[in-house]
C-alpha cells in the first residue's frame, strides 16, 4: 500500500535558525513522483516541488532545498535561515498510479518566531 | 491574475440552505478538482473532472452536487447540508489527467459553515 508520514506534528523555531522538515513514503512503484506544498493560514495550497524518482539529486531553490533518498524513502524539505513568513502547515503528497489521486502526509505545522 | 479563484471565500449557511461553490482557473487546465479539508483529518478528494466529465466521485453524499460547464469552470452545489460538513473547500486544476501526475494548483479555498 502506498502511504506518506510526516512525523512531526509541530516544529517551533526561532526566525533565522534552519529547519528540516521529515517526509517517509511508502510505495511498491519503481517510478513515482513525489509532491511539497504549503498551506499559509490564509488556506491555499502553494505547490512547491514535483520531484521524479530518476533524479535523486538534490533539489535547491532560494532558502528552500530537498534531500531526496530513495534507499531511506525519504524526501526531506530544508529551510535555512527561516523567515516568519514561512509560517505554515507543509504537507508531502505522493500519487497513487491513477496519477491525479495524491496520498497526503498529516501535515507538519511549522511556526517560526520573531 | 491568480491561477485558481474560488469565491465565496466564507460561506455560513444553515442546514435547509441551497448554495454555491465557484472555481474558475486560468491556466488552460484540463482536470479540475474538489477537496475537502477538516480539521484533523487527511485531505479528501471529493471530484474529478476530466475535460468538463466526472472521472472520480469518491463516496460523496448526494447532498453535495458537482457541475462543470467548461474546462474552465468547476461548481458544486450544496443543500440540506450538515454540520459535519464545516470545512475548507479546495479547488484544484492540473493540466490533464493522462501520462505523468501533473502538479495540481490549489485555489485559496471557501471556508463553510454549516449551523
Known amino acids: 500500500a502506498q502511504k506518506v508520514t510526516q512525523a512531526q506534528t509541530e516544529i517551533s523555531v526561532v526566525e533565522k535558525e534552519d529547519v528540516t522538515l521529515d517526509c517517509v513514503y511508502e510505495?511498491?512503484?519503481?517510478?513515482?513522483?513525489l509532491f511539497w506544498y504549503k498551506q499559509p493560514p490564509s488556506g491555499e495550497l502553494v505547490f512547491l516541488i514535483r520531484r521524479n524518482s530518476f533524479d535523486e539529486q538534490n533539489e535547491i531553490s532560494g532558502r528552500y532545498s530537498w534531500n531526496f533518498q530513495k534507499s531511506t524513502s525519504s524526501f526531506n524539505f530544508t529551510i535555512t535561515a527561516s523567515q516568519v513568513v514561512d509560517s505554515a502547515v507543509y504537507f508531502c503528497a505522493l500519487p497513487l498510479r491513477s496519477n491525479y489521486q495524491l496520498i497526503w502526509g498529516a501535515g507538519t505545522k511549522l511556526i517560526i518566531k520573531p | 491574475e491568480t491561477g485558481v479563484t474560488q469565491t465565496p471565500r466564507h460561506l455560513v449557511m444553515g442546514m435547509t440552505n441551497k448554495k454555491s461553490l465557484k472555481c474558475e482557473q486560468h491556466l488552460g487546465h484540463n482536470a479540475m478538482y474538489w477537496y475537502k479539508q477538516s480539521a484533523k483529518k487527511p485531505l479528501e478528494l471529493m471530484f474529478v473532472y476530466s475535460l468538463e466529465e466526472r472521472v472520480e466521485n469518491n463516496s460523496v453524499p448526494s447532498r453535495f452536487s458537482p457541475e462543470c460547464p467548461n474546462s474552465s469552470h468547476l461548481f458544486l452545489h450544496l443543500h440540506t447540508l450538515q454540520p459535519e460538513d464545516s470545512a475548507l473547500y479546495l479547488c484544484?486544476?492540473?493540466?490533464?489527467?493522462?501520462?505523468?501526475?501533473?502538479?495540481?494548483?490549489f485555489g485559496p479555498g471557501t471556508r463553510l459553515t454549516v449551523l
Open positions: 484544484a486544476s492540473s493540466q490533464d489527467l493522462a501520462g505523468e501526475p501533473d502538479t495540481q494548483y
Open positions: 510505495t511498491r512503484d519503481t517510478t513515482y513522483y
